[in-house]
């Protein structure tokens, strides 16, 4: 990191200091209140407290994605250790864990899946912040129970759930715009929920509108318009004291407009995007220890590209549906005080509607898997799985994993783990016939392809240590190889353009060293810090593999003046080593986000904020310098 950079996070930690010595002055003694811990889900099917799940899991809290003025998944995201998010086509976002690529991390809420996106991509940019509750992000294989796709890892987004004994409601206004031109922005959301006897529900929304900006006078636009209309809900139904039914939906309509530079000709190009889901969900406890969950979901996405004026490349304009169909069930038993066991088993379909490039298609997905949950001696915790997959077009795979925690005294826990996962090649690279650069290039597809698998390979250790008012530190290596990587084969090329084939080319590594720690002072203070180490190689042409950073780094700071209900954050990330998989070197990067609230009577706050302070490039998908304002009401 240049030493200019050093120099400014100095410069902007010495007004927090100095405000520290004042409130520290007139700050009460002691703390009214004490963190309670998150308790997770994802990395075992079951609650847990996050210090004692044997995976490596983060969680990102609702108050921390607000005080990040984050406006979707992918920009509550950029913090997360490991975690690396590529724009991949168009401006398409996907998260990417450990360097395996966007391809390798699954995407989930709610434990559900979402239906394929552009070019078989879900764009988590398109997911607003108004329903989450909060997001569970599980580093490390986890496909012995989700399958094709956790190769990195999983991202299960967790909703606000329909509130028991009490009514819930919220508003959020928000306005901003870029500090250069252009980009003004107004993102209206809010939520109700409550108990009417056994029938309980919560519903949200939210409308964006921002308009688009452009730099440099050529197209294509750097910022597209955007129009989102987006809606959530669900209900229960308590058929007793120990029996829910739930269901919901959301739907999504997300609009961009901007000009482009296709076929030497600038055309406006207006995308519509359209998801939409519907669940049905019954939980059931018999005794104490036992419990079912049965669910059905459907998701489905549509594409719509309309040019004007038109032109004649045929992927430019193309129109897309997905749909996917999942049925599923879950049982777990607590055989006696230490061992749970868990068996379940899904059926997945998975649709293409017909377009101007391919016919309609579909393929499907059958699975059962088994994990078993034992404590030892009341220190070591054993977690063992294994899953069976068998898809319609590729076979069967077997995926094992087992983790492992070990109490060593009061303030260290270790862990270790080993994993397999693999990823079911997607319906676009089997089936679908495209064209890039205005129909130059054609990529063809190969129904022939094989799954790619993985071999991951982790330990570290978790300390809680009675510094200030708790430390906490984490320490974790991993190394992961992955077989039969898939990519794009040159098969020929003329003076127009060329033809590349997907096939099963190479072999891939990445290993590395995540730390985090975060420590709680008096007087309101949080400190956290982060940093991966990531070392990668494509073992076909020994290059790193591309846009995946060396480096990522965060530091941040959150201070809360109880006194004056006031709440102040700053977060700086950077990113350094990364390159194009051809040996070429991309720029070093960096973003400072800084966010201010205040607290006023009857749950009402004012807050406003800037992100991208330092006005960095979007190399690492870094948005333009934002500033923004807004007002909160929680009831």
């Known amino acids: 990191m240049p030493l200019s950079c050093h120099r400014l996070i100095v410069a902007l930690l010495i007004p927090f200091l100095l405000l520290a010595n004042l409130a520290m002055a007139q700050a009460r003694e002691a703390e009214k209140s004490e963190v309670m811990e998150p308790i997770v889900v994802s990395a075992t099917l079951m609650e847990q407290k996050l210090s004692e799940t044997p995976s ?17 998944v992918a920009q509550a995201l950029q913090e997360a250790v490991g975690m690396t998010l590529s724009t991949e086509s168009g401006r398409v976002v996907r998260p990417s864990i450990r360097g395996t690529g966007p391809f390798h991390t699954l995407v989930l809420v709610d434990g559900r899946r979402l239906a394929l996106g552009f070019r078989g991509m879900s764009d988590i940019n398109q997911i607003p912040p108004v329903m989450i509750e909060r997001i569970e992000i599980i580093r490390g294989p986890t496909s012995a129970l989700f399958g094709s796709d956790a190769v990195g890892g999983v991202i299960n987004i967790i909703t606000k759930k329909p509130p028991r004994k009490k009514t819930v409601a919220g508003l959020d206004l928000k306005a901003g715009t870029n500090t250069r031109s252009g980009g003004d922005a107004f993102a ?12 309980r529900f919560i519903l949200g929304g939210e409308h964006v509108s921002r308009n688009g900006w452009d730099y440099d006078n050529e197209p294509p636009d750097d910022g597209d318009d955007l129009k989102q209309q987006y809606v959530s809900g669900q209900a229960a139904i308590d058929l007793g004291e120990r029996h829910a039914l739930s269901f919901g939906g959301s739907y999504n309509d997300f609009k961009r407009t901007g000009a482009r530079d296709l076929q030497n000709k600038v055309t406006e190009r207006e995308a519509t995007d359209e ?8 939980d059931g406890a018999f005794t104490d220890k036992y419990n079912l969950m049965l669910q059905a979901y459907h998701t489905r996405y549509s594409l719509d590209i309309g040019l004007t004026p ?32 868990t068996a379940g088993a899904e059926y997945r379909e998975d649709k293409r509607g017909a377009d101007s490039l391919s016919p309609e298609y579909e393929n499907h997905n059958t699975a059962g898997f088994g994990q078993l949950d034992m404590l030892f001696l009341e220190r070591l915790n054993l977690v063992a799985g294994v899953r069976w997959d068998d898809h319609s077009e590729f076979g069967s795979e077997w995926s094992p994993r087992v983790a492992l925690s070990w109490i060593f005294n009061d303030y260290l826990r270790l862990k270790g783990g080993y994993g397999h996962g693999f990823r079911a090649p997607i319906p676009y690279e089997l089936y679908v016939t495209s064209y890039r650069r205005q129909g130059k290039d054609v990529y063809l597809a190969n129904p022939d392809l094989k799954a790619e698998t993985s071999r991951t390979y982790e330990a570290g250790l ?15 290596y991993f190394h992961i190889d992955i077989d039969d990587m898939i990519e794009s084969v040159l098969q020929s090329r003329t003076a127009k353009g060329a033809t590349y084939k997907y096939e099963n ?26 940093l991966t180490y990531l070392d990668s190689e494509n073992a076909e042409t020994g290059e790193r593999l591309a846009y995946q950073p060396e480096i990522k ?18 977060s700086y990330t950077w990113w350094s080593g990364m390159e194009d998989g051809a040996g070429g070197s991309l720029d070093d990067s960096s973003s400072l986000d800084a966010w201010i609230g205040k607290d006023l009577p009857a749950g009402v706050q004012l807050y406003a904020g800037m992100k991208n302070v330092l006005d960095q490039d979007d190399t690492y998908n870094v948005s333009p310098p934002f500033v923004y304002l807004g007002v909160k009401w929680d009831y």
């Open 56 to 72: 490596t899991v983060q969680v990102i809290s609702k108050e921390q994605i607000q005080q990040m003025g984050a406006d979707s």
């Open 188 to 199: 209206p959301q809010a939520y109700v929920g409550s108990d009417l006897g056994p029938f």
């Open 275 to 282: 998801t939409s889901d519907v669940f049905l969900r019954y």
């Open 310 to 341: 038109e032109i004649s490349d045929p992927f430019s304009s193309n129109e897309e549906e997905y749909t996917r169909t999942q049925y599923e069930g879950r049982f777990s038993a607590k055989i006696n005080q230490n061992i749970t066991a």
């Open 462 to 476: 978790q300390a809680s240590l009675p510094a200030g008012k708790g430390l906490n530190l984490e320490l974790t």
């Open 505 to 530: 080319i190479s072999e891939a590594e990445t290993s590395g060293v995540e730390f985090l720690a975060q420590l709680r002072l008096p007087y309101g203070w949080n400190l956290g810090a982060s």
């Open 553 to 570: 780094g965060n530091v941040n700071a959150q201070w809360h003046i109880d006194k004056l209900g006031l709440w102040l954050r700053a």
